[in-house]
Structure formats: structure tokens, C-alpha cells
């Protein structure tokens, strides 16, 4: 153990150092292991599974979009293709893609505990996601869905000729998956903090996924019966959004949205918890304004919930109803700049390494902020009314996810890697991956804007000619995209067998996850932590060089 360890650790409980990776290699040890951190890896492998199937649906709409004419699908294969597209990648990468594969990691190696609360619970959660996938799989296999990932009302419960039910019931099936992932990470949080570990000492990915396990809580129910209620009404035509019945079609609207809003921000809150560790350990020096952005945190959580409205300004909602929900969506933009504010802070004047992780975290902040202004944007009545429903709002919600979350989730990936496996990366080829990414993410959806802007329709693959040029530019950079996020996996696994020992702490970075061995023990740490320092309490000695195989 480093003597900056010793700092801030005194001996109690003496435990066996054996690697958590070391502890049984037969199937059952891994398929009902109790481990948070092997828990942690098969969701790692079923994301990366499911984001390669996703990934494969935007490969063919952007195959298709290619010509005006869309010659490669028919209209009900496109329609199926991009439901497909956003049903895996909302709920099966996006939702679970940073908590259960680096929360569900470095968690309770952050705040000194040897797992989290309910490890059989854990363990559950991941046979949950796994069960609602496979249904997810034969839904793909017996000939799709064709409601989108949103599944308005009614097509989705009169007018739909896809697997509808068995697509709601999968989505259904995921949500207790994220509602026991955020109890035990609560629980955890609570009562498992190593002595000495305040809330005023815990690290800032700590307070984001605290609050984004509040969402997890709060708002996955909501969308549970709905979903109920959509293949109630399909099934057995019970009336709930049938006006015909009585029923009301903006009321799935409404429920839909109360969850799928603050969704956002179960996608980007960890994301901005990643970039939080990226920043200070990359500038060396503790983050600008902590309370700022750990309450910043909080307040996104919150407001996130009061914001739903603003999907329904021109579905016939009351204008003052639409006033206060574009007051509220702009509202929640202050505690996002907050935080950016605070990494540009943080950076001032840093002792900076340019490393692969700051390569993405600077990626992020900038595709976020482009994300975040055009939000503003659709917040205001004038223009989304213009906007509404085109390639505008498409580009914005993927600048938010996937330029931020997955850039974001490569990121700590990255960092987090040799803690996670032991080993170092190629970093020259990190760092030209993280360009890549830039660059085709940019290349792909920065021409959507345009798009939108000038009146392309999302959701349509037969457009007029004048927008051809747009679209190729986009399927090229697509295909750009494509290569970046296919590098990681090869350089990452050749360095599981290639890549030279990992130190306990490469980055010279400040947490308990870095005071333990790179792979950590068993039960994590060889005598039980006691914190008696403030978060980010550098400087600790500057590595020379950083994770370089």
C-alpha cells in the first residue's frame, strides 16, 4: 500500500489478499458469485452485447437514409428497424450502461466498503436485465415492433402489427432490474461508508449516482404501469387511453414522459459523476465549488421530475401549462452549467496530462454543452413548434446520450480499467479513439441539425432529394463513429493478455478505490479504511507516465 494510502487508512480487520479474478474460474463462481465486482463485469458483457445489437439497427437506417428512396428496407422495416434501434439502447445500454457496470464496481471500493448492502439482490438485478433482454432478442427474432421506443397511444395499443405486448412486457420485466440497483445503491451509501466517510467527504460519482438512484426509485414504477396499462388496453381493450372508451391518449403522454424525462438524467447524471473524477485527476487539484457540484446533483434529480411537459407542446396541452413547463426546462439548465463551470474551474491552471480519459471528458463537455444549448432551444415554445418531431430534436437527444453518456461510460472505462482488470492499455491508441469518436459523432449528427432545422421529419426514410447531401455526410461520419467505438474493444482485450501490471494507482488519483490492488482483493481492501481527509485532497505525486502498455 502507497504511503499517501497510509494517510488516510488505519489498520483494522486483516482480510485474505487474493484478486477478486482469482477467486474461482468455473461458471458457477461466476454466475452466482455475490461479488459486486464480478456483477459489476457480466453486466459490462451483456451492455456491450446489447449496444452491438443497437448498433447494428443505426448501421441500417443509416445504410437506408443513404438515398431519398430509401431502397435497402421497406416502410415497415425501417419503422422496425429504428424501434428496435432505441428500445435496445435506451433500456438495455443507455439506462444500466454507467451504474451497473463502473457504479456497480468502484462504489463500494470509493466510500470503503467490501460490497454493497444486498449482494443477492445485485445478483438479481443482473438475471433481471438478462431475462427482460433474451424476451427483448425474441421479440427481434419473431419479426419486431414498429411503435418506436416511446409507444404512443393508440398506435401502440389499436393500430401497431408488431410484437407489442412481448416488447412492453421485456421493458417491464428491465425496470425491476433498475429499481433494485437503485435501492442497494442507496442503502449502501447510507450504511455502509467507511468510518471517517462523511457525506462531506464523498466523491462527486458518489453523489451522482445518489441522486440518480432516486430517480431509479421513484420514477421506473410510474413507467412499470403504464407499460401495464398499454398492453391492458391492447389485450383486453380496458379503456384507460381509448377516448372511444372514455379514455384519454395525452394521459400516456403524461405518465410516459413523468418518467422517460428524469430518464435523461439516469443516463447523464452518472455520466457527470465520471466526469467529475476524470477532471480533478487529470488537472490534479481538488474540483472547483465541491458542494456546488454535489448539490448541483441533487437539484438536476429534482427538478428533472417537474420538466415533462415541455414533449407536449403541440399536443394540444394548455399554453399556460406549456409556459410554466418551458420556465421549468430552462430552470434545470442552471445546476447542468454549474457543473460545467466547475470542470472548466477545475482545469485552470491544473497540472494537466493529456490522457486518454481526459480526452473523453473533454469530448464530453463539449458535445454536452452543444447538447444542453439546443435543449434550450426546444425549451422555448417559438422554435420547438418549428422543430418539433424533425431531425433537430433527433441530433439533440443523441449530442445528450450518446455524445454525452457513452463518451462518458468510454471514459471511465478508460480510467477505471486498470483497477477493474490489472492491466494497462495502448494509450497512444486510447487517444486516437477518443478523437475518432469526436470527430464521427460530430460528422453524424451535427448535419441533423440542419436537417431538422430546415424540415426533414425524423422517422421517415423517404425524404426529398435537397436533403441528400446532409444525409450522406451523416452515414459517413456514422461509419467514422463506428470505427472509434470498435477500436476499444480490441486494444482493451489485448491488453488483458498483453498489457503490462497495473500499479495500485496509475493516475496518481486521489479515492480508496486507488489505495487497494489493481485488481482489487476479494472483499476489496486488506484492512478495513478509515478516511480522515477531505475529497480530492491533492496533490499527491504526478505519475510520469499514465497507463501506457
Do not use: C
Request: hydrophobic share 55%; net charge neutral; no cysteine.
Amino acid at each position: 500500500m502507497s504511503d499517501a494510502a497510509l494517510d488516510i487508512y488505519k489498520p483494522d480487520e486483516e482480510v485474505e489478499d487474493v484478486s477478486y479474478l482469482r477467486a474461482g474460474h468455473s461458471l458457477r463462481s461466476w454466475f452466482f458469485t455475490t461479488d459486486h465486482k464480478r456483477i459489476a463485469i457480466l453486466y459490462l458483457a451483456s451492455i456491450t452485447f446489447f449496444f452491438l445489437i443497437g448498433g447494428i439497427a443505426a448501421a441500417l437506417i443509416r445504410l437506408d437514409l443513404l438515398t431519398p428512396a430509401g431502397d435497402l428496407m421497406t416502410n415497415e422495416g425501417y419503422n422496425r428497424a429504428f424501434s428496435l434501434h432505441g428500445i435496445i439502447m435506451v433500456w438495455f445500454f443507455l439506462i444500466p450502461s454507467i451504474p451497473n457496470t463502473i457504479g456497480n464496481f468502484v462504489i463500494p471500493l470509493m466510500i470503503g466498503a467490501r460490497d454493497l448492502a444486498f449482494p443477492r439482490l445485485n445478483l438479481l438485478s443482473w438475471y433481471i436485465y438478462i431475462i427482460a433482454g433474451f424476451i427483448t432478442l425474441a421479440v427481434v427474432l419473431g419479426g419486431g415492433v414498429d411503435t418506436g421506443w416511446t409507444f404512443y397511444t393508440p398506435l401502440s395499443t389499436m393500430y401497431a402489427n408488431g410484437m407489442v405486448v412481448a416488447t412492453v412486457i421485456a421493458v417491464f420485466i428491465s425496470g425491476f432490474s433498475t429499481i433494485l440497483t437503485g435501492l442497494n445503491f442507496i442503502a449502501t451509501i447510507h450504511k455502509l461508508r467507511a468510518p471517517g466517510m462523511t457525506w462531506s467527504r464523498l466523491p462527486l460519482f458518489i453523489w451522482s449516482h445518489y441522486a440518480v438512484s432516486i430517480i431509479f426509485v421513484l420514477a421506473t414504477p410510474v413507467l412499470a404501469i403504464t407499460l401495464l396499462l398499454v398492453a391492458g388496453e391492447r389485450l383486453f381493450g380496458i379503456g384507460v387511453f381509448d377516448p372511444a372508451l372514455g379514455g384519454d391518449p395525452l394521459l400516456f403522454q403524461h405518465l410516459f414522459w413523468f418518467y422517460s424525462h428524469p430518464a435523461v438524467y439516469i443516463m447523464v447524471l452518472p455520466a457527470m459523476g465520471v466526469i467529475s473524477e476524470l477532471i480533478t485527476s487529470a488537472a490534479h487539484k481538488r474540483i472547483f465549488g465541491y458542494w456546488f457540484v454535489a448539490i448541483a446533483s441533487i437539484a438536476i434529480a429534482v427538478i428533472g421530475f417537474l420538466v415533462w411537459g415541455h414533449h407536449m407542446f403541440v399536443s394540444g396541452q394548455s399554453i399556460y401549462a406549456s409556459a410554466v413547463f418551458s420556465f421549468l426546462s430552462i430552470a434545470v439548465a442552471v445546476p447542468s452549467a454549474i457543473k460545467v463551470y466547475n470542470w472548466t474551474a477545475t482545469l485552470y491552471k491544473g497540472d494537466i496530462m493529456i490522457d486518454a480519459p481526459l480526452l473523453f471528458a473533454m469530448g464530453f463537455i463539449g458535445l454536452f454543452v452543444a447538447g444542453g444549448l439546443t435543449g434550450l432551444m426546444l425549451a422555448m415554445l417559438a422554435i420547438d413548434v418549428h422543430v418539433h418531431d424533425t431531425y433537430f430534436v433527433v441530433a439533440h437527444f443523441h449530442y445528450i446520450m450518446v455524445g454525452g453518456t457513452v463518451t462518458a461510460f468510454f471514459g471511465a472505462l478508460h480510467y477505471w480499467w486498470p483497477k477493474i482488470t490489472g492491466r494497462l492499455y495502448n494509450e497512444m491508441l486510447a487517444r486516437i479513439a477518443a478523437i475518432v469518436i469526436l470527430v464521427g459523432f460530430n460528422l453524424t449528427f451535427f448535419p441533423q441539425f440542419m436537417l431538422g432545422y430546415e424540415g426533414m421529419p425524423r422517422r421517415y426514410h423517404v425524404y426529398p432529394p435537397e436533403f441528400q447531401l446532409l444525409q450522406v455526410f451523416s452515414s459517413a461520419g456514422a461509419g467514422l463513429l463506428a470505427v472509434g467505438y470498435a477500436m476499444p474493444a480490441f486494444y482493451l482485450l489485448w491488453s488483458l493478455r498483453r498489457g503490462a501490471r497495473a500499479p495500485a494507482n496509475p493516475w496518481g488519483a486521489t479515492g480508496l478505490e486507488w489505495t487497494t490492488s489493481s485488481p482489487p482483493p476479494k472483499h476489496n481492501f486488506t484492512q478495513q479504511p478509515v478516511v480522515v481527509r477531505g475529497p480530492y485532497d491533492y496533490p499527491l505525486e504526478h505519475p510520469a507516465s499514465r497507463a501506457n502498455a
